[in-house]
Every structure is written in structure tokens, then in C-alpha cells.
């Protein structure tokens, strides 16, 4: 299977002041795959999420995204091109419904103005009708379909994590950032979770890059694993690879060990 | 006499509304006081004055190009005096808004001088009575033209995608750019979208009132924040309740207590507000976040 890289990061650097958060770091990801990116508190990784969405520009460094140069572009120029991403910390909408944030997530693929609105052309009413099919797409997808009308901050925690995936999904991207999709679930959240990620790649074609810390998830839906540390990237490979790594060990358990 | 001065109540709220939506639009995107406000209103206005008087355009055309002036001006306030600051604690900001405010005064000093003018009236005063109160044709025009704006804001928050993406950046920036939501146009049209309300009741203030001056827009500019506190500030119905409470309240005072008390009643609500509501009538209570 030819595979077809589309994101590529070329010796990114990031300083926050006088901290390096990241130091040279080379990272690729190819079509479909399911890439995670895990290292000990405080190795860069969210850093790296916040480079790739246009959060921040790194110092130094070059990111390509399908072949285009997406450094210094903003969020709101990047997300059409295809990138979308769920944070550490839960950020829906919540005060409002649960469909309204998916409908949102769609703002960058639909046009509709002012007067389309108020004299509702019939462009606008089939935009509208296929703004609302896909959120609701999305939502059978995350399995949300019945919780539609609740106001947002009326979801159980699970449920909220599913809805920021929604949001992210409505975005049409090509490639999904997940940060720590898994963190304070219980274990059968955490299952429907694994299930729901390798439902993304398969069904909706999607590539997904995440940050993790339960290595169960990590070990068992990635196919390749990158392992940050004080802002280097000091493995990558297969999970079984990775683990046997003695720098990522090391990173883990400390010198002695 | 009750009936009597709950409409005038209502009209003079009305105009409030109409300058706390302004307030309580930009505060919800980007937690500022806009204490600009007032002056924007003032210019409204003063254009809308010069426009009937030296142009001698009508009423209505009037009024659209003083919102449509009124506009560019709060933007243009938004990206000399705000815009620079966005990433300054709130406090910069904040006296930048008084910076702006004093400019703006002295500015239209310079332009017009102090003396009060006259506005001229459009309308042909006709009265319509009824055996409990007598309104005139002027104030009926007054209320409808607040009440279709206040309405037809509303449809625009809630039907457009425009309006729901200044919803999504009130309540996460980050996250609304992360949707392909382009923040600093947000904030534009929100700066332009209060001030052209803002103008919209300096213009009906004066056909009301006949007269303009620089400094008239100090009071209303200061009432129509209480109204916006009072309602529950970053609420656009909030803003609206709050406008015409303030102004019914007003009114009532003048009435049964004493005219003299007329500012001081808009004060004491928001002190009372702030004692025991400071979230507002319609405002979310703030949330401590763990």
C-alpha cells in the first residue's frame, strides 16, 4: 500500500522565553494510519498539538501540511485545510445544545450571509438542510443522536469527550488530533473510546495522531508510536519497539532501572 | 398616570437597551468595557443632526447613514485603541477605553463647539389620546424603530451563521478559531454592530429631545452600562430587559419620588445589583472554575 505522507514537521524548535519545549523534532504522518505521541509531563507534546493547529508558530522549524506550508498560518486558516483536534481539558460549547456545537463545527465548510438568512434562498435552505444531516451524522456516529436538544453541559463526561470529537469531526478534516482522548474515563468508556478511534480511520477514512497517557490505549490502537522526552523525540517504531526502547524506559522509570 | 409613565418609561428604556446592547456585545467577546460607547453614540447623533439639517436627507436615510458611520467609527476605535492591547492585562485596556472617551469628547468640541444644537423634527407632532394616557406620533416611531432593531438583532444572534459563531467566540476564543471561525472579524462586526446601535439611539434621543451636544453622550453612555449590569452583562436579552427596567424605574422615581433623583437612580440600581446579584437578572452566576 503506497502510502502518502501529509503532514511533515521538519526540525521544529519551540521556546517559551529561555524553556526549549521543543528541540529539533522531525515528525511525519502518512494517510490513515494511527500514529500516538506519548512522553512523561511536561515532554512537549501538547506544545507539538498547539504547533500543528496554528496555536502558536514555532521558533524555528517548518511544518507542511498535504504539501503546503501551514507555519505561522492562524487556526481559523488551518482548519479549513483539514486539521481539527480535541483538547486535554474538555472545551465544547456549553451553553449550548449539543447539535448547535456540531452545527458550529461546520462555520469554515459553509457560506451562507446575512440575507441568505433573512430571504432564505433556496441555497441556503439546502445548505442548512445539509449542514444539519451531517451533524447529525456525526452524531449517530458518537452515538449522541438522542441527546441532540440537551443543552451541552448537561452531558456526562464520556458523553462530552464523544461530543468534542463530533465538533472536531463536522470540521471535515483529514487529520484528527486527539489530546488525551482517554483521561478520566473508566474502563468501559475507555473501550467504547479504542472502538470509536479505529471506527474514525476505517469507516471515515480519517488519520489520527493522539496524546496519551493509559498505555493500554496507546500499545493498542497505534500503529506507530513517537516518544517525546524534554522536548526530543528519542524513539519511534511499533509499540513493541518502543516498549523494549532502553532511552524510553529510561524516560519512564528513571536511570537505575 | 400609572399607564402614562409606564410608556414613558418604556420609551426612554427603549433607547437604553438600545446602548447597553452595545455594552453587554462587546463585553461577551472580549470582556471589555467599552467606555467609548457613549461617544459613539454622541457622534450618532450629531451625524444624524448634520445629515438632516445640511444635507437635508430624510429621516430614515438619516438614521442608516449615521448606524453606517457610527459603525466604522467603532471599529475603527476598536482597532486603534483595543486592538493593540488585546494581549494587555484588562486594565490597559480599560483605560484605554476612558483615553478613547475623552478623545472622542474633545473631538467633537473641536468640530462643533459646545454649544447645544438643534435637532430638527421630522415628524409632524400629532397626539393620540385615550382616556388613561396620550402618546404621540414620534414616540410610537421611537418604539417601533428600537423595537425592530432589538428584534432583528436577536434573529441575527440566533439564524445566522455570523451570529453563531460571535455566540461560540463569547463563549471560547480559542476553541471558535479552532471551527475555522476568524476571531478579529468576529470582534469587527460585533464593535460595529453595537455602535450602530448605539448611534441608532442618539439619532431617536434627538428627534425625541431636538438638541445635541458633545457631552450628552456621558449620561446615556453610563446608564446604558448599568442597564447592561443590571440585566446580567455579556446577555443580549439581558441588555434589553435591563434597558427598559432602567428606564421604567427612572421614570417611576421622577414621578412619585423627585426629579432631582433622576441620575441617582440608575446609580443606586447598580450598586443594589452589584450587592446582591452582580451577576444580573438573566446573567449565568460566575463559575468557579476547578
Same mark, same amino acid.
Given at each position: 500500500?503506497?502510502?502518502?505522507?501529509?503532514?511533515?514537521?521538519?526540525?521544529?524548535?519551540?521556546?517559551?522565553?529561555?524553556?526549549?519545549?521543543?528541540?529539533?523534532?522531525?515528525?511525519?504522518?502518512?494517510?490513515?494510519?494511527?500514529?500516538?505521541?506519548?512522553?512523561?509531563?511536561?515532554?512537549?507534546?501538547?506544545?507539538?498539538?498547539?504547533?500543528?493547529?496554528?496555536?502558536?508558530?514555532?521558533?524555528?522549524?517548518?511544518?507542511?501540511?498535504?504539501?503546503?506550508?501551514?507555519?505561522?498560518?492562524?487556526?481559523?486558516?488551518?482548519?479549513?485545510?483539514?486539521?481539527?483536534?480535541?483538547?486535554?481539558?474538555?472545551?465544547?460549547?456549553?451553553?449550548?445544545?449539543?447539535?448547535?456545537?456540531?452545527?458550529?463545527?461546520?462555520?469554515?465548510?459553509?457560506?451562507?450571509?446575512?440575507?441568505?438568512?433573512?430571504?432564505?434562498?433556496?441555497?441556503?435552505?439546502?445548505?442548512?438542510?445539509?449542514?444539519?444531516?451531517?451533524?447529525?451524522?456525526?452524531?449517530?456516529?458518537?452515538?449522541?443522536?438522542?441527546?441532540?436538544?440537551?443543552?451541552?453541559?448537561?452531558?456526562?463526561?464520556?458523553?462530552?469527550?464523544?461530543?468534542?470529537?463530533?465538533?472536531?469531526?463536522?470540521?471535515?478534516?483529514?487529520?484528527?488530533?486527539?489530546?488525551?482522548?482517554?483521561?478520566?474515563?473508566?474502563?468501559?468508556?475507555?473501550?467504547?473510546?479504542?472502538?470509536?478511534?479505529?471506527?474514525?480511520?476505517?469507516?471515515?477514512?480519517?488519520?489520527?495522531?493522539?496524546?496519551?497517557?493509559?498505555?493500554?490505549?496507546?500499545?493498542?490502537?497505534?500503529?506507530?508510536?513517537?516518544?517525546?522526552?524534554?522536548?526530543?523525540?528519542?524513539?519511534?517504531?511499533?509499540?513493541?519497539?518502543?516498549?523494549?526502547?532502553?532511552?524510553?524506559?529510561?524516560?519512564?522509570?528513571?536511570?537505575?532501572? | 398616570?400609572?399607564?402614562?409613565?409606564?410608556?414613558?418609561?418604556?420609551?426612554?428604556?427603549?433607547?437604553?437597551?438600545?446602548?447597553?446592547?452595545?455594552?453587554?456585545?462587546?463585553?461577551?467577546?472580549?470582556?471589555?468595557?467599552?467606555?467609548?460607547?457613549?461617544?459613539?453614540?454622541?457622534?450618532?447623533?450629531?451625524?444624524?443632526?448634520?445629515?438632516?439639517?445640511?444635507?437635508?436627507?430624510?429621516?430614515?436615510?438619516?438614521?442608516?447613514?449615521?448606524?453606517?458611520?457610527?459603525?466604522?467609527?467603532?471599529?475603527?476605535?476598536?482597532?486603534?485603541?483595543?486592538?493593540?492591547?488585546?494581549?494587555?492585562?484588562?486594565?490597559?485596556?480599560?483605560?484605554?477605553?476612558?483615553?478613547?472617551?475623552?478623545?472622542?469628547?474633545?473631538?467633537?468640541?473641536?468640530?462643533?463647539?459646545?454649544?447645544?444644537?438643534?435637532?430638527?423634527?421630522?415628524?409632524?407632532?400629532?397626539?393620540?389620546? *385615550?382616556?388613561?394616557?396620550?402618546?404621540?406620533?414620534?414616540?410610537?416611531?421611537?418604539?417601533?424603530?428600537?423595537?425592530?432593531?432589538?428584534?432583528?438583532?436577536?434573529?441575527?444572534?440566533?439564524?445566522?451563521?455570523?451570529?453563531?459563531?460571535?455566540?461560540?467566540?463569547?463563549?471560547?476564543?480559542?476553541?471558535?478559531?479552532?471551527?475555522?471561525?476568524?476571531?478579529?472579524?468576529?470582534?469587527?462586526?460585533?464593535?460595529?454592530?453595537?455602535?450602530?446601535?448605539?448611534?441608532?439611539?442618539?439619532?431617536?434621543?434627538?428627534?425625541?429631545?431636538?438638541?445635541?451636544?458633545?457631552?450628552?453622550?456621558?449620561?446615556?453612555?453610563?446608564?446604558?452600562?448599568?442597564?447592561?449590569?443590571?440585566?446580567?452583562?455579556? *446577555?443580549?436579552?439581558?441588555?434589553?430587559?435591563?434597558?427598559?427596567?432602567?428606564?421604567?424605574?427612572?421614570?417611576?422615581?421622577?414621578?412619585?419620588?423627585?426629579?432631582?433623583?433622576?441620575?441617582?437612580?440608575?446609580?443606586?440600581?447598580?450598586?443594589?445589583?452589584?450587592?446582591?446579584?452582580? *451577576?444580573?437578572?438573566?446573567?449565568?452566576?460566575?463559575?468557579?472554575?476547578?
Amino acid at each position: 500500500m503506497a502510502e502518502q505522507t501529509i503532514l511533515k514537521a521538519t526540525n521544529i524548535c519551540h521556546s517559551f522565553g529561555g524553556l526549549m519545549a521543543l528541540k529539533d523534532v522531525d515528525f511525519k504522518i502518512s494517510s490513515k494510519e494511527i500514529v500516538g505521541l506519548i512522553g512523561p509531563n511536561g515532554a512537549g507534546k501538547t506544545t507539538l498539538f498547539n504547533l500543528f493547529t496554528g496555536h502558536y508558530c514555532p521558533t524555528r522549524g517548518e511544518i507542511y501540511f498535504n504539501n503546503r506550508k501551514i507555519n505561522g498560518l492562524k487556526p481559523y486558516q488551518i482548519t479549513p485545510q483539514g486539521i481539527a483536534r480535541t483538547f486535554q481539558n474538555i472545551r465544547i460549547f456549553s451553553q449550548m445544545s449539543v447539535l448547535d456545537n456540531v452545527l458550529i463545527g461546520q462555520h469554515c465548510r459553509t457560506k451562507t450571509g446575512l440575507w441568505g438568512a433573512i430571504i432564505r434562498t433556496s441555497g441556503s435552505k439546502r445548505e442548512e438542510a445539509r449542514a444539519y444531516e451531517t451533524a447529525l451524522k456525526m452524531l449517530h456516529f458518537v452515538n449522541l443522536e438522542e441527546k441532540k436538544d440537551e443543552h451541552a453541559s448537561n452531558l456526562s463526561y464520556g458523553e462530552q469527550r464523544r461530543l468534542e470529537i463530533a465538533r472536531a469531526l463536522a470540521t471535515d478534516p483529514t487529520l484528527l488530533l486527539l489530546d488525551e482522548p482517554a483521561a478520566g474515563m473508566n474502563p468501559q468508556e475507555t473501550s467504547t473510546l479504542i472502538k470509536l478511534i479505529r471506527q474514525i480511520r476505517d469507516e471515515m477514512n480519517k488519520t489520527i495522531l493522539l496524546i496519551e497517557h493509559d498505555m493500554k490505549v496507546v500499545m493498542s490502537i497505534s500503529e506507530r508510536v513517537a516518544v517525546l522526552n524534554y522536548g526530543r523525540k528519542i524513539a519511534e517504531g511499533t509499540p513493541q519497539e518502543v516498549q523494549n526502547n532502553d532511552e524510553v524506559i529510561k524516560a519512564y522509570l528513571g536511570e537505575s532501572a | 398616570m400609572f399607564v402614562q409613565q409606564l410608556i414613558n418609561g418604556i420609551i426612554l428604556g427603549s433607547t437604553y437597551a438600545l446602548i447597553a446592547l452595545g455594552y453587554t456585545m462587546v463585553y461577551g467577546i472580549i470582556e471589555l468595557i467599552n467606555f467609548a460607547h457613549g461617544e459613539i453614540y454622541m457622534f450618532g447623533a450629531f451625524t444624524g443632526m448634520i445629515l438632516m439639517t445640511r444635507f437635508n436627507l430624510p429621516f430614515p436615510a438619516a438614521l442608516l447613514l449615521a448606524m453606517v458611520t457610527a459603525a466604522l467609527m467603532g471599529v475603527t476605535v476598536e482597532y486603534v485603541a483595543y486592538r493593540p492591547l488585546r494581549r494587555s492585562p484588562r486594565l490597559a485596556a480599560l483605560i484605554s477605553a476612558i483615553g478613547a472617551s475623552i478623545f472622542l469628547q474633545n473631538l467633537a468640541l473641536l468640530l462643533w463647539g459646545s454649544r447645544p444644537q438643534n435637532f430638527p423634527s421630522p415628524f409632524k407632532i400629532k397626539v393620540y389620546q *385615550s382616556s388613561f394616557f396620550s402618546i404621540s406620533q414620534l414616540e410610537i416611531i421611537i418604539l417601533v424603530i428600537s423595537f425592530l432593531l432589538m428584534v432583528g438583532l436577536s434573529f441575527f444572534i440566533k439564524n445566522t451563521r455570523t451570529g453563531k459563531a460571535m455566540r461560540a467566540t463569547a463563549q471560547d476564543r480559542d476553541t471558535a478559531s479552532l471551527m475555522g471561525i476568524n476571531i478579529n472579524r468576529i470582534i469587527t462586526i460585533t464593535f460595529a454592530i453595537g455602535s450602530a446601535l448605539g448611534a441608532a439611539a442618539g439619532v431617536l434621543v434627538g428627534i425625541y429631545f431636538r438638541t445635541v451636544n458633545p457631552m450628552m453622550g456621558v449620561m446615556p453612555g453610563l446608564k446604558g452600562f448599568v442597564a447592561a449590569v443590571l440585566g446580567g452583562i455579556g *446577555s443580549i436579552p439581558g441588555a434589553m430587559l435591563g434597558g427598559l427596567l432602567l428606564g421604567i424605574a427612572e421614570v417611576a422615581g421622577v414621578a412619585y419620588i423627585s426629579s432631582q433623583y433622576r441620575d441617582a437612580i440608575a446609580f443606586a440600581i447598580l450598586i443594589i445589583v452589584l450587592l446582591f446579584k452582580p *451577576s444580573g437578572l438573566v446573567g449565568l452566576p460566575d463559575q468557579e472554575k476547578v
